[in-house]
Structures are given as structure tokens and as C-alpha cells.
């Protein structure tokens, strides 16, 4: 084996090279080894470093600058793959967004194909992001033999719990998903009208996603009738079906199954998979006996790779949190060598937890309008936090938040939910939710790359809390909405007095509620914010969004089975909020948001009670949540002592 860690090789690259699994399906393969200066393969074993995607596994910042000359003049071979049914690969017709069955014996058989070769030592490790990071997980389950180290980059592990559904809602960001994986699918491929109404589409998100509810050959979707499938799915399955139990959508389930090989997780504390990493990290050390590592930091669901930055939406975190490819690669060279290569890189010493502490910045404006929140590294030694203790803040009538208990007496708030006005999302942890921007006419055939084009529809990161010009609206609504969220009357702001000292809240957090409504179904959404006191740049305090959730009423029991309100009753629902780590200082308002709706976010609850996604009418709703003595609503905050 080559273990000399500062060696520089050149590339050479053989492409397209298709590897046969064991039911005869081959799938195109780009592999890339050590060369001498003259171009030519260096004889020896190296151990290999493989990528699976769903995407371009020719794309030249992803796969060919981050991982291939990254990793190849260390002396490492690196195979970058097409799925099952995606790019060059055979097996057309076999692919199912994220539901794909085959994707862990794919996995395995590549490993071990890749292992067998002669200019392989026989180890081999994954990286890969989001369904890049999936693939590593299915992969795990079948064990194979030669597979020795991973890391795992803000992967979903259950598409029910978060990547799709959330609380019984629908997260609308897998439907603009799915116009990526259309538009260059197989099925489609050369059929000119089936691509443009993919296309078009894409450019019309923004009204597209108003069309509900879906229908089978209505939506541009249904252009690839595999996809279409997975997005009836999506949309219309809201109790935890068997189809929902595939290995390929919730394999957090079969945690047990997974190697026991040295594995990193990593997310950002606006990357929609938050929850789901630290969840598996938690679940994986306490399995395995082989280390385990957790890095948390303050990004969003790409801002941990490529260039890096120091922000995120409206918000700098400080030089610290600029990771990028630079900084990424610098650690996983340290992973990776320990051990595929056996070289002490000192990772074995490692703290087994990393994540960023948000907060405690200047709060100043910054010369791009960025506000600077700052925030620090720390590591820890499990997740969630053994010290954190979990502190109630009660609801208070008035939209008080405060550690005391309510009076016994003191009064409901209610507000009336409308499905044609819903709460925008002005911004939300989010992925693939892009619309395309319209090509102009006088290109005169010049390329453009797919991935330019796109914008999310959702900014996909902490924002503050006001609509902007591409806030996603309805045409209708009263003209006198107040752009302010804060200031409409459906969202109902719970508040601390401004703190007298710092705050820190690390973990998980829970919001409990007691609710009612004239409906026999609605939502009931919840927002933590950190609320800046007033600036000239912000009279009314920077509104910094930290996590969000909803519930739909009628899983407030669970998700096995639906069970719709009676008008007035009052029942108790808890709403699930991903981990957060935030330092609200001194002066600060801690903030928590109820209100019933977060469109584009989420699917609108129409509140008529129909069977979910094949809903005839909508109607208002009058909602309610009760903050007295025997109905105390409040939020679990982990609250860590500061030091």
C-alpha cells in the first residue's frame, strides 16, 4: 500500500466505464488514478474513494475540482457513478427520485468491484452530499466486506419524518425537486415537448405550486410518469404507510443493519437535515464500536462545500465558519488517510462532537447589509448535550414568553387561518426548491448550464422576518397585509422581556401546545427567532429565524392513523423543532411565532377535513391556543450554562 501522504501524482481519467451488478444492469462510471507525468496510470494499489449521484457525475466543481484533484494526487483512486437509471447508466425506468430499492446492492457490488481491481489496495471509502450521502447510508446497510470509512454530508435518513413530509404536512422543496430529476430523466430524453413542459414548469414554479391540489396528469411533473408516482406519494400519503417503511426512505429504521466502519456526519443548522444527521451520529456511536464523529455548523444545505462563505442569507457568522471545499477537504484528507492509508492523522483523538455556537457577534451592519451574529466552534464529547437541561417557556396571554407558570385564568389567543392568504415563507431550511430563470432570445444557442439558471424560491438560510420582491404571494390577497410578519394578525408573537444576561440553547426542542378550532383539521406552525433590539437599519430589531416546524391536527396522535378534531374541543399537540445551537445575548428577545400556515414551506391546510391532497373546497378556520393554568403551552428550550 501507498501510505506516503505527501505525494503528488498527476490524473488520468477513464470514462465511462460500465460496471455490471449482480442483476446484470450496468452502470456508467468515471474513474480517476494516479499518474506519472507523462499521463500514464502508476502501477501500485491505491485505496479507492467512490461518489454516487443522482446528478452530472461529470460536473466539474462537484466531483471533478472538489473530490477527483483533491484526492487522486494524494494517492487515492476516486469513482464518481450514475445511479440506476440516471445519466449514462442502464437500468432506465428503475429510478424513483429517493425511492429507490436497488440502491444499496448498487452500492455494495460497486464497492466490490472496485476493491477487486488491480489498482486497488482493497479499502474503500464514500463521500457524497444529500442523496450523495443517502446512497453512502444504503450502501452501509449491506455490509460490504471491503467498505472501510464514510462521510455522511446532510443526508435525510427518513423521507416521512423530514426530507418529505414534516409533522404531517408536506414539504413543498421535494416538489421543486423533482423538476431537477425530470428534465435530464431518461424517460424524457429526445422528447422535445416532454422537456419543455419540465422546463416551463421550472420557470413557473411560483405558480405552479398554487395549483393545488395535485393531480395525476396535471403538473408538469407528470411529463415522467415515474416521478409523477413518487409525487402523488409525496403529496397525498400523510399517515406512515408500508410505502413510506422502504428501506430506501427510511433506513434510519434499520440503523442496526449499518457497518460498524469509521463514519463522519456532517449539516448546518439551516440544512434541512439537521435533526437527521445528529440523529444518526447519536444512534451509530452508541452502535458502533468504531469512532464516530458529528460536525454541526452554521450553514445551509450547500454552504458547508464549494467556495465557502462566512454567511448565510442575511446573516455573518465570522471567518470561522467559512469552511468550503478548502477547509472540507483538509478534513476529510485527515479522515480519509487515517483510515484507508494508516497514517496517524490524530483523529483518533478527536472530540467526537463539533458544532457552532451561533451568536454573540458586534450585531453590527456590515458593508454588504449582513448583520453580524458571529458564533465560535466547540466540541463535546456526545449529542444532544447530557448538561443541557430543558427549561419551559409558557406562552403568556398578552404574547408573553416567560419562565413562569400562566395564571389560571388567563386568556386564549385565536386568529383566523386563511388558506387563500397563507403566512409566506420569507425564509425556511430548504433544498432543490428552485425556480429557473427565463433564458433571454439572443443567446444565439449558447449553453447555459442548468444549475445557473436556478434561485431557490425560498431564500435557504436566516433571513429577517419582512417580505421582500420575491416573497412567494397570492395575487389576491388584501392590499393591506402587513409585509412585517410579526405585524399580521395570523401570526401570533410570543416573546421574553429583553434578557438581562446571555442564553445559550443547544439541542433539540419541542413546542407543546393546547389547541382548538371550528375546524375539524388545521395546522399549527411554530418559529424560534432571536430578536435583535432596534437599529437604524432595522427600527423594529432584526427578526433572526432559527428553526421552524409544523403539525397536522389530525396526526396530533401519531402518523398510523388520522383522527379528525371535534369543532371546540381543546387537545394537546406537540410541534417538533430541529436542533439548534444559538447564544441569545443580553438584550435580546428570545421569540416564539404560532400560527397555522407557511406556504411555500409547506402545503396549505385547506381545513374542510377531506382526505389529504384530494381536497374539493377550502375554508377559513378560527384557531386557538390556550396559555392558561390548565392548558400551559410552552417551548422545551435545551438550555446549556454559559461559561
Known amino acids: 500500500m501507498n501510505n506516503t501522504q505527501d505525494s503528488t501524482y498527476g490524473i488520468v481519467a477513464s470514462q465511462n466505464v460500465m460496471i455490471p451488478m449482480r442483476d446484470g444492469v450496468r452502470l456508467a462510471t468515471d474513474i480517476y488514478r494516479p499518474a506519472d507525468p507523462g499521463g500514464n496510470a502508476v502501477d501500485g494499489r491505491f485505496p479507492a474513494i467512490i461518489g454516487r449521484t443522482s446528478y452530472d457525475k461529470s460536473n466539474p466543481v462537484i466531483w471533478i475540482d472538489a473530490v477527483a484533484r483533491a484526492f487522486v494526487p494524494r494517492g487515492y483512486v476516486v469513482i464518481v457513478q450514475d445511479l440506476r437509471g440516471r445519466g449514462l447508466s442502464e437500468g432506465t425506468g428503475d429510478y424513483f427520485h429517493t425511492a429507490n430499492q436497488k440502491e444499496g446492492l448498487d452500492g455494495y457490488d460497486t464497492i466490490e468491484w472496485a476493491a477487486t481491481q488491480d489498482w486497488c489496495s482493497g479499502r474503500v471509502g464514500m463521500v457524497g452530499a444529500s442523496h450523495g450521502g443517502i446512497v453512502q447510508n444504503m450502501a452501509s446497510l449491506y455490509r460490504p466486506p471491503h467498505l472501510s470509512a464514510l462521510w455522511v454530508d446532510v443526508a435525510p435518513t427518513n423521507a416521512f419524518r423530514w426530507e418529505v413530509r414534516q409533522g404531517g404536512a408536506m414539504a413543498l422543496h421535494m416538489y421543486g425537486a423533482l423538476y431537477l430529476h425530470g428534465y435530464d430523466s431518461q424517460e424524457i430524453a429526445g422528447d422535445t415537448a416532454a422537456i419543455a413542459r419540465i422546463e416551463r414548469g421550472a420557470e413557473r414554479l411560483r405558480e405552479e405550486i398554487w395549483k393545488q391540489p395535485f393531480r395525476e396528469g396535471e403538473t408538469p411533473i407528470a411529463a415522467v410518469p415515474n416521478l409523477e408516482k413518487v409525487l402523488m406519494r409525496y403529496y397525498r400519503d400523510g399517515s406512515y404507510t408500508d410505502w413510506w417503511k422502504q428501506e430506501s426512505l427510511n433506513h434510519a429504521q434499520h440503523y442496526d443493519r449499518m457497518a460498524d466502519i469509521p463514519a463522519v456526519y456532517s449539516s448546518g443548522w439551516y440544512d434541512p437535515f439537521a435533526a437527521e444527521t445528529s440523529e444518526q451520529f447519536a444512534h451509530m456511536a452508541a452502535k458502533n464500536s468504531s469512532p464516530q464523529r458529528l460536525i454541526l455548523g452554521p450553514w445551509n444545505h450547500v454552504s458547508m462545500r464549494g467556495t465557502g462563505a462566512s454567511f448565510v442569507g442575511d446573516v455573518d457568522f465570522g471567518e470561522a465558519a467559512n469552511w468550503g471545499d478548502r477547509v472540507l477537504n483538509q478534513e476529510r484528507f485527515r479522515w480519509f ?120 424560491l425560498i431564500p435557504d438560510g436566516p433571513v429577517h422576518q419582512r417580505e421582500r420582491d420575491s416573497t412567494v404571494v397570492p395575487e389576491s390577497r388584501p392590499a393591506d397585509t402587513p409585509p412585517l410578519l410579526a405585524d399580521r394578525a395570523d401570526v401570533n408573537v410570543f416573546q421574553t422581556e429583553p434578557l438581562e444576561s446571555d442564553i445559550e440553547v443547544t439541542g433539540p426542542i419541542m413546542v ?39 403539525r397536522r391536527a389530525r396526526f396530533r396522535d401519531g402518523y398510523d392513523e388520522e383522527k379528525l378534531m371535534e369543532p371546540g374541543e381543546i387537545y394537546e399537540m406537540q410541534i417538533e423543532l430541529p436542533p439548534v445551537s444559538n447564544r441569545f445575548v443580553k438584550g435580546h428577545r428570545i421569540r416564539l411565532d404560532i400560527s397555522s400556515s407557511n406556504f411555500p414551506r409547506f402545503d396549505v391546510n385547506p381545513n374542510t377535513g377531506e382526505p389529504i391532497g384530494r381536497h374539493t373546497r377550502s375554508q377559513k378556520a378560527k384557531n386557538t391556543v390556550y396559555v392558561d393554568g390548565d392548558h400551559p403551552s410552552h417551548i422545551l428550550l435545551p438550555i446549556v450554562e454559559i461559561e
Request: net charge negative.
Open 337 to 456: 488517510d487515517r483510515w484507508l492509508k494508516d497514517i496517524d492523522t490524530g483523529v483518533e483523538d478527536d472530540d467526537p462532537v463539533r458544532i457552532f455556537v451561533m451568536g454573540g457577534g458586534s450585531g453590527a451592519i456590515d458593508a454588504t447589509g449582513r448583520i453580524q451574529h458571529g458564533g465560535s466552534w466547540r466540541t463535546e464529547q456526545e449529542w444532544p448535550l447530557e448538561r443541557a437541561t430543558n427549561a419551559a417557556y409558557y406562552l403568556r396571554s398578552g404574547g408573553g414568553l416567560s419562565p413562569t407558570l400562566p395564571e389560571a385564568q388567563d386568556a386564549p389567543t385565536s386568529w383566523i387561518h386563511d388558506p387563500e392568504n397563507p403566512v409566506p415563507s420569507v425564509s425556511g431550511n430548504v433544498t432543490g426548491f428552485y425556480e429557473w430563470i427565463v433564458l433571454p432570445d439572443d443567446l444565439d444557442g449558447a449553453y447555459v448550464p442548468q444549475r445557473a439558471r436556478m434561485r431557490s
Open 512 to 550: 407543546n401546545l393546547w389547541i382548538s378550532s371550528d375546524a375539524t383539521d388545521t395546522d399549527f406552525t411554530a418559529k424560534l427567532i432571536d430578536v435583535y433590539p432596534p437599529c437604524p437599519e432595522y427600527p423594529e430589531g432584526f427578526h433572526l429565524p432559527l428553526e421552524d416546524s409544523i
